[in-house]
């Protein structure tokens, strides 16, 4: 019972090392980004597959909620600003629809070239609106394959290292068992 005990336990620490592997090296990234600045709540979402390639024209999404529910798309100067390291690259008034509680805004852009991009995404009341004024920012890095941290990779990778580990344990056990 003793050599058991201790296969066991080695197996068990492979399985723990390894899931421990896939946890760390695995990098956070957040496809929708929400922003706020006070009752005003901001997603931000780039077609496609908020994935965008150098060279190539993507489509900057926004979504605007507003927990006072004073917020007007009609009613807003928004606006997008693109930078890379300092150089402004984009600043455009930005239409964001009305429909219901629903308010979406969209923008093409192509961004030039690898790098890191801050999206700045601004709003402030006209014609007699009352929502709270916004300047919100979002950090963007564009590679030419897209993102170099795929969140969905280490983790796929993880779970199936995982489930072979885990269904070699059972099958081991339940050999272990037989010939007890």
Not at 68 to 90: I, P, R, W, Y
Not at 105 to 127: A, H, R, T, V, W
Not at 148 to 153: A, I, R, V
């Amino acid at each position: 019972m003793k050599k058991y005990s201790i296969t066991f336990k080695r197996i068990l620490l492979v399985v723990v090392a390894l899931l421990a592997i896939t946890v760390v090296g695995a990098k956070t990234v957040y496809a929708h980004e929400l922003q706020s600045e006070g009752s005003v709540h901001v997603i931000m979402h780039i077609n496609p597959d908020d994935n965008p390639i150098a060279g190539k024209q993507s489509t900057l999404v926004f979504y605007v909620f507003d927990d006072q529910e004073n917020f007007s798309g009609t009613h807003c100067a928004c606006n997008v600003g693109v930078t890379m390291d300092g150089t402004k690259l984009l600043s455009k008034p930005i239409n964001i629809g009305d429909k219901g509680f629903n308010h979406v805004g969209e923008l093409p852009f192509s961004f030039p070239m690898l790098g890191d991009y801050q999206i700045n995404f601004s709003g402030k009341p006209i014609d007699g609106s009352s929502f709270q004024t916004f300047n919100l920012n979002y950090p963007l890095a564009v590679s030419q394959a897209g993102r170099t941290n795929n969140p969905d990779k280490p983790f796929f990778i993880g779970a199936a290292v995982l489930g072979l580990a885990m269904i070699g344990l059972v099958i081991f056990t339940v050999r272990e068992f037989k010939d007890a």
